[in-house]
């Protein structure tokens, strides 16, 4: 009599294949290593940083050139909130200001030449490491001597400042770059050293620049972040109040004393009601959709949009401040393939101006950023 018997799988000739889920697989060891690669090995957004320095240290120096009428009523030694007062504040808060520093009128007008100073030399990236320092000093002081003057831009461009010192600002469309091009010249024109020389002065080089990158992608990663809570949370907020609901917020907005600087313009956009619903609901749209619409080709229309809304805020409110640090902000969200294209279509549109600009210089054109390690 014959027993039915049980078929016996035959053993596979291959090892079964490594899961992602196994934190010791290949394949996650080697995404950890990308993933770190990513943050020490290169620093990224070089011309956002860029861009970024120039547009808030642009912003600034425009902001206390404008100021510069009523600079002692605002900070100064005749101010209503005096400087007692302030550092009464101050003993509270925790704030910090060279500004209250003194009561003397003639040291006032110095720390405010020297603002005037810090904010040139950072827009034109002169020894950006030190300045960038020198830079946020000013704007945290000039912030806190006057806090209860200050709107979102300021805050904004506080933060921003204070970020900045972290990052490579300084790598490309700066002096720093031209003397950072200029001096790889001459070592590349010098005989090469024997094996061994300045080995201890090459280490302390590349740890420099590995600290330099990991500290510069994370605060532009912070930058990045800062971008979305600010859009975030100002749609999330819009979402729940009535008038964002039902479309009749910017009909409100444009009714409003203290934000219609041009009452004529104001009047005239307040006539199109329909025009006034899409743009509420559009603004909101943008702002809470933003965080995730930061990948693919997708940013770029949402971003000129942004910057349309940023333009209709300035010239609508009367608020260039916080609109321009706004429309710099975004930037970050541009990469360095971005830069180079917006050179070409200049050169395009402008040829002749180009290669005039190319005979003066003597060929030499804008400064391309260095290889991670070299100064910033």
């Known amino acids: 009599m014959e027993t039915e018997q049980t078929p016996v799988a035959a053993p596979s000739a291959y090892p079964p294949a490594p899961s992602d889920s196994n934190p010791d697989s290949p394949r996650t060891l080697a995404r950890i290593a990308a993933l770190g690669g990513l943050v020490t090995d290169r ?12 547009g808030y240290g642009l912003l600034y120096l425009a902001f206390l050139l ?6 002692n009523e605002i900070w100064g030694p005749g101010s209503p909130w005096t400087p007692a007062l302030a550092r009464q504040l101050f003993d509270q808060t925790g704030w910090f200001s060279i500004l209250t520093l003194s009561d003397r009128p003639a040291y006032f007008e110095a720390c405010y030449a020297a603002a005037v100073v810090t904010c040139a030399l950072f827009v034109l990236g002169w020894r950006t490491r030190v300045v960038s320092i020198l830079f946020a000093v000013v704007v945290a002081s000039f912030h806190a001597r ?5 709107d979102g831009g300021d805050n904004l461009i ?33 005989p090469t050293p024997g094996p061994g020389a300045h080995t201890l002065r090459h280490r ?20 990045a972040v800062q971008v979305c809570v600010v ?5 999330l907020y819009k979402v729940q109040g009535a008038t964002w609901q039902n479309g009749s917020a910017l009909h409100y907005v ?10 004529a313009l ?17 603004t909101v749209l943008l702002q809470v959709a933003f965080p995730f619409v930061l990948f693919g080709r997708l940013k770029y229309p949402v971003l000129a949009m942004l910057l349309g809304m940023h333009v209709g805020i300035a010239i609508l409110m009367g608020l260039p401040l916080f609109s321009g640090a706004m429309i710099v902000a975004d930037a970050v969200f541009l990469p360095d393939r971005f830069h180079p294209f917006l050179g070409q279509l200049w050169r395009r549109a402008f040829p002749r101006a180009v290669t005039a600009k190319a005979q003066t210089s003597g060929g030499k054109g804008l400064a391309v950023p260095p290889q991670p390690g070299s100064a910033g």
Do not use: K
């Open 43 to 54: 620093p990224v957004s070089l011309y956002a940083s860029a861009v970024l320095r120039i």
């Open 66 to 71: 404008r100021e510069f009428p009523n600079r």
């Open 146 to 150: 006057a806090i209860f003057m200050t």
């Open 158 to 190: 506080l933060l921003m400042a204070l970020y900045l010192t972290f990052t490579a600002c300084g790598r490309c469309l700066s002096l720093d770059a031209r003397r950072t091009r200029r001096q790889a010249v001459r070592e590349a024109e010098r």
């Open 204 to 223: 302390l080089g590349t740890t420099r620049g590995r600290l330099s990158t990991v500290l510069h992608n994370c605060a532009m990663f912070v930058i």
């Open 231 to 235: 859009y975030g949370s100002a749609g």
């Open 254 to 263: 444009m009714n409003l004393d203290l934000f219609r600087p041009w009452p």
């Open 266 to 282: 104001s009047l005239m956009v307040d006539s199109h009601p329909l025009l006034i619903a899409a743009a509420t609901y559009l």
